[in-house]
């Protein structure tokens, strides 16, 4: 008898290690300050030189990832290289000459007007304004060897970062009505056209479509809406437009990606997404004449570790559902790498139930985990739950002025139907001590908060398995403006 209940309380304790769904104190045991730590003082190293998309430095991230998931027990996803999926990113160089004529105008690239994407081309040619752009704005016009000129953004969509995510999808439409060239009326005082300028006037990456993105697509700066008016009149109907060819160059990169299949028969093709970008922005002249490396500790190392130690707990303790874990390159470059997962999934998008992604400026408050859209889905008691469990205080977005949903990878997402949250590390306000790090070379390791952050990466755990468990799948709540887009995802 003694012999038997030794057995049982081996196997017992073996199961409670491995197999079981891991509660807080499995996770407390797996998720150390040690092994956190020595992720991160990694991933954001000096000898990483701030993982700039297409440097040989983020490749070596790359490759520690994906071991790293390959450690957790985490198996390739179906079409995949191993753990990584790859992409062509391009590198585009302004053209030499851009020139739009309307009437007795004429606007030059660089100064009134920028080219956003597309080939070289020399046009004269009529113009057709209409609205938005978008599908239901194109219905009935024929645009065949045509101009077509549009509003920036949508009805809905009126923050600059939300028009960039828009480019694609007009360009596309307008390719497929017969359009020669778009262009997009800028007339936004969010983000001044001098800040544009300095930004989009060099060479930017974009995903290679394959000859998809040669329409050119342009921004005219109308700023008190003078074009609008008289495109809106009809007393511009003809325009010339003249691009000299872009310089392109190719640029290898890849997302890493792995997962665990979930236990229940049923719930297993059910997926919970884990993200996080793994990329920063490399190595550039800063404010400190001594240290030219962004190491990107909290933007976005800390997010690529949550991610780690997620699957440290789930490769070996299998939750109800399948998880993948995900860490998105470029998303520094305009969330090309998640972009391009959402366009090319690896898993059907209708069986993603969730995402829970993770990026972040850093913090300035340790009591808090900041959730951007913590309200919008119904996901939220679990994420609540979690945090009170670890001392921590989820809130919500305290800056819904700054569009922060629709600025990280998680968008590309919920622009799909799938509920997407960012989980970020506690901040109250964009102040001084969130501006000293972000996107500065000070964002080093050194000056992290380690046990403010076992905390944030052991309730970003317990918070994706609580949403991996439960019976129910989480959705938009009522009245989202992505709930619709969900509703189609899923049949609903």
């Given amino acids: 008898m003694k012999i038997l209940k030794s057995i049982l309380l081996l196997l017992v304790t073996l199961s409670t290690a491995y197999g079981q769904v891991p509660d807080k104190n499995s996770i407390d045991q797996i998720i150390t300050l040690s092994q956190s730590e020595s992720h991160l003082r990694f991933l954001a190293s000096d000898e990483l030189r701030g993982r700039d998309t297409g440097s040989p430095e983020i490749n070596i991230a790359a490759r520690y990832i994906a071991e790293s998931f390959r450690k957790s027990g985490l198996k390739p996803l179906p079409g995949a290289d191993g753990f990584f999926q790859h992409m062509n990113l391009i590198q585009s160089y302004p053209p030499a000459d851009g020139r739009l004529t309307l009437g007795d105008t004429s606007f030059q690239q660089g100064k009134e007007l920028l080219v956003m994407r597309g080939a070289g081309v020399d046009l004269n040619t009529e113009i057709i304004f209409a609205n938005y752009g978008l599908a239901e704005d194109l219905k009935g016009l024929n645009l065949k060897g045509k101009i077509l000129v549009v509003k920036a953004g949508s009805e809905s969509e009126r923050d600059p970062r939300q028009f960039l995510g828009l480019i694609k999808t007009k360009q596309e439409l307008a390719k497929d009505k017969g359009a020669v060239a778009v262009v997009e009326l800028y007339n936004s005082p969010n983000i001044p056209w001098p800040m544009l ?35 809106k009149e009809k007393k511009i109907k003809k325009a010339s437009l003249v691009i000299s060819d872009l310089v392109k160059k190719p640029l290898p990169s890849k997302n890493v990606l792995g997962m665990v299949e979930g236990t229940d028969a049923k719930l297993k093709n059910e997926y919970l997404l884990l993200s996080a970008h793994y990329d920063h922005v490399g190595v550039a002249q800063s404010n400190n004449p001594n240290d030219s490396i962004f190491n990107g500790a909290r ?121 997407a949250p960012t989980y970020s590390t506690g901040f109250t306000a964009f102040d001084q001590e969130i501006m000293k790090y972000y996107h500065q070379v000070a964002d080093e390791p050194d000056g992290l908060n380690f046990n403010y952050l076992l905390k944030y990466f052991r309730s970003y755990a317990l918070t994706a398995t609580k949403i991996a468990n439960d019976e129910n799948r989480p959705f938009w709540t009522s009245g989202d403006k992505y709930e619709e887009a969900g509703k189609k995802l899923y049949h609903q």
Wanted: charged content about 20%; cysteine-free; overall charge negative.
């Fill in 197 to 231: 300028i300095n930004f989009f006037n060099k060479p930017q990456l974009i995903i290679d479509e394959g000859g998809k993105d040669e329409l050119p697509y342009l921004w005219l700066q109308d700023a008190k809406n003078e074009q609008l008016v008289g495109f």
């Fill in 299 to 419: 933007d976005n190392a800390v997010g690529t570790v949550a991610v780690l130690n997620a699957a440290s707990v789930l490769g070996k303790n299998p939750p109800r559902r399948s998880v993948i874990f995900a860490a998105w390159t470029a998303e520094e470059k305009g969330l090309l790498g998640s972009a391009y997962y959402a366009d090319h999934p690896l898993i059907p998008l209708n069986q993603t139930i969730y995402n829970l992604n993770i990026d972040g400026a850093g913090y300035n408050d340790t009591t808090l985990i900041t959730v951007i859209g913590l309200q919008r889905t119904s996901a939220e008691e679990h994420i609540i739950e979690a945090a009170r469990q670890y001392g921590l205080t989820a809130t919500s977005d305290p800056a819904p002025e700054q569009g922060l949903f629709d600025r990280s990878d998680n968008v590309n997402f919920a622009r799909k139907g799938i509920p």
